[in-house]
């Protein structure tokens, strides 16, 4: 079989930026925690590929250290979608059309209503900036996608012969949820996350960007051009770099999840063969 | 159509309700005591018991939250604790950049994202729709906020068209109001766009597929005039819920731009309000914002049932 083009692009990219974290905990370049401000906003150089930033502080070791931060908030605030929206879709197409699915649509409709910034807002106000706001905020965002997404499929699956044979073995609704439905739409949720993965990415780094994310001295990508606007005028590089990698840890992720769900629908499939 | 219209305008107020709520939780309930979150730790105990009475926070808390939501549906928000004027002058004050730059944003995201799709689906598998599709694969990779950026470093830095950041304020002249709010707009567009020409493209391809174009085709039509004549308005209904959802994406967006041009929005309210802890105006922006959204999803609801009486049923 033939792997799609834009799987094995995406696998690339978000290997380099594993890569690039895994290295980060037991090498960077420089140590980020270190201000050499004699050393400040220099070009690449050999002993700084990337140059330094406006604190001379390394901006390649900034960036994978960033990486952590970013990739910690949008993993977690995956998991917080998956961790509570599939349960929530589940039981909502467990019992179509009852009470508690009405209940359960209309609460994600609530949430809904509220973008992850305006979430990140009111949590900010109330218990000031820190990147466990953002990881909540962008989590909370999740929770209403994954259980429309599990919903919709859900229901789908409720529908066919082998739920109704293990419903005459006497299998109950959990059972048959836990069995039979949810490994069938592995595959959905799996391409869902990476889009919420690449998502929250980006929704990190717009928070980080208005100082509603990861504080420092944490270094964050958003949190760099933050800094980096400063000194658009006489260092633009400072901008360019957060902003590249951005755009291709994203660029990988989306072409991850494309790839996948190519691969595992097969009616796209059969197309390209 | 009205029995349809009264049920949405029913879960539309309880919506609004339970948003309002929420928000009232959030804001007034969950600090404790807002007066001395506001005042922080160092305040006066006559000073605390001064601002409780004035922000009438010695009620009990469905009192509040009442006096809150009927005064919202007034018009009066409150005062605010640090600018000391009312909230709704401030939020008016703003509105009128914020909502102007979603809205041209929105307009201009529709104006490049409809053309590029018609192409990319009319021309599919071709050139220019591999072309296409890589573009907006990155378009929508691109931060907004640093797309702001490099918008301003080419724009306003080397070729010097248009102003770094600021805004002249619309009684200065529509131009000048237009100009300044043109680099936040394509900033908070683009990637939009190119969400939308994505999904536009592949809704019109879906409904290629239907009998109705076979027949179309059939009857002689060529590809693209059966796209143009029967396909174009059918794609239309994932196309509108986009659009809907994109509305908020942007108004959100538009906070977050509006600090790369040092635009006096909303955005910049709400974080001046942060920075302060002026409780009263964050709660009120938030929920103004929220029933931004709240509106937009019910407009979009009844115009997919104004195009597909199919959905009226739902």
């Given at each position: 079989?033939?792997?799609?083009?834009?799987?094995?692009?995406?696998?690339?990219?978000?290997?380099?930026?594993?890569?690039?974290?895994?290295?980060?905990?037991?090498?960077?370049?420089?140590?980020?925690?270190?201000?050499?401000?004699?050393?400040?906003?220099?070009?690449?150089?050999?002993?700084?590929?990337?140059?330094?930033?406006?604190?001379?502080?390394?901006?390649?070791?900034?960036?994978?250290?960033?990486?952590?931060?970013?990739?910690?908030?949008?993993?977690?605030?995956?998991?917080?979608?998956?961790?509570?929206?599939?349960?929530?879709?589940?039981?909502?197409?467990?019992?179509?059309?009852?009470?508690?699915?009405?209940?359960?649509?209309?609460?994600?409709?609530?949430?809904?209503?509220?973008?992850?910034?305006?979430?990140?807002?009111?949590?900010?106000?109330?218990?000031?900036?820190?990147?466990?706001?953002?990881?909540?905020?962008?989590?909370?965002?999740?929770?209403?996608?994954?259980?429309?997404?599990?919903?919709?499929?859900?229901?789908?699956?409720?529908?066919?012969?082998?739920?109704?044979?293990?419903?005459?073995?006497?299998?109950?609704?959990?059972?048959?949820?836990?069995?039979?439905?949810?490994?069938?739409?592995?595959?959905?949720?799996?391409?869902?996350?990476?889009?919420?993965?690449?998502?929250?990415?980006?929704?990190?780094?717009?928070?980080?960007?208005?100082?509603?994310?990861?504080?420092?001295?944490?270094?964050?990508?958003?949190?760099?051009?933050?800094?980096?606007?400063?000194?658009?005028?006489?260092?633009?590089?400072?901008?360019?770099?957060?902003?590249?990698?951005?755009?291709?840890?994203?660029?990988?992720?989306?072409?991850?999840?494309?790839?996948?769900?190519?691969?595992?629908?097969?009616?796209?499939?059969?197309?390209?063969? | 159509?009205?029995?349809?219209?009264?049920?949405?305008i029913?879960?539309l107020s309880l919506s609004l309700i339970a948003a309002s709520v929420?928000v009232f939780?959030?804001?007034?309930?969950?600090?404790?005591?807002?007066?001395?979150?506001?005042?922080?730790?160092?305040?006066?105990?006559?000073?605390?018991?001064?601002?409780?009475?004035?922000?009438g926070?010695?009620?009990?808390?469905w009192a509040r939250y009442f006096s809150w939501a009927t005064g919202m549906l007034t018009g009066d928000f409150g005062?605010?604790?640090?600018?000391?004027?009312p909230v709704s002058?401030?939020i008016v004050?703003?509105?009128?950049?914020?909502?102007?730059?979603?809205?041209?944003?929105?307009?201009?995201?529709?104006?490049?994202?409809?053309?590029?799709?018609?192409?990319?689906?009319?021309?599919?598998?071709?050139?220019?729709?591999?072309?296409?599709?890589?573009?907006?694969?990155?378009?929508?990779?691109?931060?907004?906020?640093?797309?702001?950026?490099?918008?301003?470093?080419?724009?306003?830095?080397?070729?010097?068209?248009?102003?770094?950041?600021?805004?002249?304020?619309?009684?200065?002249?529509?131009?000048?109001?237009?100009?300044?709010?043109?680099?936040?707009?394509?900033?908070?567009?683009?990637?939009?766009?190119?969400?939308?020409?994505?999904?536009?493209?592949?809704?019109?391809?879906?409904?290629?597929?239907?009998?109705?174009?076979?027949?179309?085709?059939?009857?002689?039509?060529?590809?693209?005039?059966?796209?143009?004549?029967?396909?174009?308005?059918?794609?239309?209904?994932?196309?509108?819920?986009?659009?809907?959802?994109?509305?908020?994406?942007?108004?959100?967006?538009?906070?977050?731009?509006?600090?790369?041009?040092?635009?006096?929005?909303?955005?910049?309210?709400?974080?001046?309000?942060?920075?302060?802890?002026?409780?009263i105006?964050?709660e009120s922006?938030v929920m103004l914002?929220v029933f931004a959204?709240i509106i937009?999803?019910?407009?979009?609801?009844?115009?997919?049932?104004?195009?597909?009486?199919?959905?009226?049923?739902?």
């Amino acid at each position: 079989m033939k792997l799609p083009v834009q799987l094995i692009l995406g696998l690339f990219l978000t290997a380099i930026f594993v890569i690039a974290v895994l290295l980060s905990f037991i090498w960077t370049p420089h140590d980020v925690s270190i201000l050499t401000i004699p050393d400040k906003l220099l070009p690449a150089t050999d002993k700084y590929w990337l140059g330094t930033d406006h604190l001379g502080r390394d901006m390649l070791s900034m960036l994978m250290v960033g990486a952590r931060t970013s990739i910690a908030v949008a993993i977690v605030a995956v998991g917080i979608g998956i961790g509570i929206g599939v349960p929530l879709g589940l039981m909502a197409a467990a019992n179509r059309g009852s009470f508690l699915d009405e209940i359960i649509m209309r609460g994600n409709d609530l949430v809904f209503a509220f973008p992850s910034l305006v979430i990140a807002i009111l949590i900010t106000a109330v218990f000031g900036p820190s990147a466990i706001n953002a990881i909540l905020a962008i989590g909370i965002f999740n929770i209403p996608v994954f259980a429309r997404v599990t919903r919709g499929a859900a229901l789908s699956i409720w529908t066919l012969d082998y739920i109704l044979a293990a419903r005459t073995f006497g299998k109950g609704a959990f059972r048959i949820s836990a069995e039979h439905i949810l490994p069938n739409i592995a595959n959905l949720l799996i391409v869902q996350g990476t889009i919420q993965f690449s998502l929250g990415i980006l929704a990190e780094a717009g928070l980080s960007y208005v100082g509603l994310g990861a504080q420092p001295p944490t270094p964050s990508w958003g949190r760099m051009l933050a800094d980096a606007q400063t000194f658009i005028y006489t260092n633009p590089m400072l901008a360019f770099l957060p902003g590249i990698t951005i755009v291709l840890m994203v660029l990988g992720l989306n072409l991850l999840g494309d790839g996948l769900r190519d691969l595992f629908d097969p009616r796209i499939r059969r197309q390209r063969e | 159509m009205i029995r349809f219209a009264t049920a949405r305008i029913l879960s539309l107020s309880l919506s609004l309700i339970a948003a309002s709520v929420v928000v009232f939780a959030v804001v007034e309930v969950i600090p404790g005591d807002p007066a001395s979150y506001m005042l922080g730790m160092n305040a006066e105990p006559e000073t605390v018991s001064a601002l409780r009475q004035e922000l009438g926070l010695n009620g009990s808390i469905w009192a509040r939250y009442f006096s809150w939501a009927t005064g919202m549906l007034t018009g009066d928000f409150g005062i605010s604790y640090t600018y000391r004027v009312p909230v709704s002058d401030l939020i008016v004050q703003r509105i009128w950049v914020s909502l102007p730059l979603a809205i041209i944003a929105l307009l201009l995201s529709i104006i490049i994202a409809f053309p590029v799709g018609l192409i990319a689906a009319s021309r599919r598998g071709k050139f220019s729709d591999y072309s296409i599709m890589g573009a907006t694969q990155m378009g929508i990779a691109v931060p907004n906020f640093w797309f702001a950026m490099l918008l301003v470093l080419v724009f306003s830095i080397n070729l010097k068209w248009f102003g770094a950041g600021g805004f002249p304020g619309w009684e200065n002249g529509l131009l000048a109001g237009l100009k300044a709010l043109t680099l936040p707009a394509i900033a908070l567009a683009l990637p939009q766009a190119s969400i939308l020409a994505r999904v536009m493209r592949s809704s019109l391809l879906e409904t290629l597929t239907q009998d109705y174009i076979r027949t179309a085709r059939a009857k002689g039509l060529t590809r693209s005039q059966a796209l143009r004549r029967h396909a174009l308005r059918n794609a239309m209904i994932p196309v509108l819920t986009i659009i809907g959802l994109q509305f908020s994406f942007l108004l959100a967006g538009a906070i977050i731009i509006e600090n790369v041009f040092f635009l006096p929005g909303l955005g910049r309210l709400i974080f001046q309000s942060i920075t302060q802890r002026d409780l009263i105006v964050v709660e009120s922006a938030v929920m103004l914002l929220v029933f931004a959204v709240i509106i937009v999803t019910f407009l979009v609801d009844l115009a997919y049932a104004a195009v597909d009486p199919r959905l009226r049923k739902s």
